[in-house]
């Protein structure tokens, strides 16, 4: 929002990235190339270049305006001068116990043959980049804030594994943030590889979930499987919470709201060769279609002796994937896929410009906002089958709203 009240249009924004607010003058060239490709990806939704030269209507033949975007995006200077800036204008939002959380996804360029560094792939059509993004995001809060995105592949000169262009991601994070924020791990695109390296670092705040790690840590000084010790953790604190199934998943035929309940405990443990206190935290659920399982999670975070403390980081983590598929939902609306450049700092301005857009309409324009939540206190609404009986009174309000 502008000062007066009224959404900041696309060039306001494009115009205060670029201006000494945020560091040094980017200058009229890059002031225009930036506001160019940002109203343009909003307009067309995509990062074609064919198709924002075609948008931006310019009084010159259609190649030259093309030429014009593709020159300018082979400027890594400018490139990396704009990812900083998102990355501290979205950092001044992270306070203490903001999620930031981490996200791994695959950009991929279907038959793509000449793309540089394009990770290679005995199938061409599953030829593409890795990219890492970073959300940040208070668990009492619809709204997320993209702080930063990479973008790699093993073709990259210097690459040495995906974990440590993480790590380099990650650190970036800390420093722009004053180590304020918790680092939260999305467990469904990350490895156990990946999460064991992570455990271990001395410098990152984090929340991961642990689930087919293989990990030995000590606790009370006796060295002993994680796998292990989770099962003997006591989980005091619990409550039932609901979650929601989408038809297909584990079988289900329909939608169903699953009663789950949920209890959680920890212990204090520390890992081989390490000074550092960590907690492990068992997540343990039951319910009548499964059973009972046990997930292990480690932190850095031991404030965790009260109901408040264990269980809200719980229930924190467990929103996570909401705020993900928000995000997802937005990023996809402009068909990443869909880029046409050969070289690979071109691409990595494409996302960088791509952010901009997207931390543009979820903060300034007030779109992206988390709406469905795949875990509840309460039932959720709707034509669902349910795994529990609802209450009378329920039913009759689901009547009058049916």
């Known amino acids: 929002m502008s000062n007066d009240g009224q959404i900041m249009a696309p060039e306001g924004f494009a115009q205060f990235l670029c201006s000494d607010e945020l560091g040094y003058d980017l200058g009229r060239v890059g002031y225009k190339f930036v506001r160019d490709m940002l109203v343009g990806i909003q307009r067309t939704r995509s990062v074609n270049l064919t198709d924002i030269a075609k948008s931006l209507d310019e009084n010159i033949r259609l190649h030259a305006t093309h030429k014009r975007l593709s020159r300018n ?73 993209p702080l930063v995105a990479a973008v790699w592949s093993d073709q990259v000169p210097g690459f040495n594994n995906d974990a440590e262009e993480v790590t380099k991601l990650l650190r970036r994070v800390a420093q722009a943030t004053n180590n304020r924020g918790l680092f939260y791990f999305d ?26 790690v293989d990990l030995d840590v000590f606790y009370r000084n006796e060295p002993v499987s994680m796998n292990e010790l989770v099962k003997d953790v006591q989980t005091p604190y619990g409550r039932t919470m609901f979650k929601l199934i989408p038809e297909g998943v584990s079988g289900m035929s329909k939608r169903t709201d699953l009663d789950v309940f949920l209890h959680a405990g920890a212990l204090p443990i520390k890992l081989p060769n390490s000074n550092r206190n960590l907690r492990l935290i068992a997540l343990k659920s039951k319910s009548r279609f499964v059973g009972e399982i046990v997930a292990p999670m480690i932190t850095t975070e031991t404030n965790l002796r009260s109901r408040k403390g264990l269980m809200g980081l719980v229930e924190s983590f467990l929103s996570l994937q ?24 071109r691409l990595k301005f494409l996302m960088t410009l791509l952010q901009g857009v997207i931390h543009y309409e979820v903060t300034f324009a007030g779109s992206g906002s988390v709406n469905d939540h795949q875990f509840s206190h309460t039932p959720h609404d709707g034509e669902v089958n349910r795994t529990y009986f609802l209450p009378e009174k329920h039913h009759a309000v689901q009547g009058q709203l049916g």
Not at 90 to 118: C, D, F, P
Not at 196 to 202: E, L, T
Not at 322 to 345: E, G, K
């Open 187 to 212: 467990d469904q695109s990350f490895s156990s590889e990946f999460l064991k390296s992570i455990v271990a670092d001395p410098s990152l705040n984090f929340l991961a979930m642990m689930n087919g």
């Open 322 to 345: 909401d705020v993900l598929s928000a995000h997802q939902a937005l990023r996809d609306s402009f068909d990443p896929s869909s880029f046409r450049v050969l070289t690979y700092h």
């Open 73 to 145: 995006l082979d400027n890594p200077a400018l490139a990396a001068a704009l990812s900083d800036r998102l990355l501290r204008l979205g950092a001044k939002r992270v306070a203490s116990k903001t999620r930031l959380i981490v996200h791994l996804y695959e950009l991929n360029k279907k038959y793509a043959r000449k793309v540089e560094y394009l990770s290679e792939s005995a199938n061409c059509v599953d030829s593409g980049f890795k990219v890492c993004e970073v959300l940040a995001s208070d668990a009492d809060s619809e709204i997320f804030t």
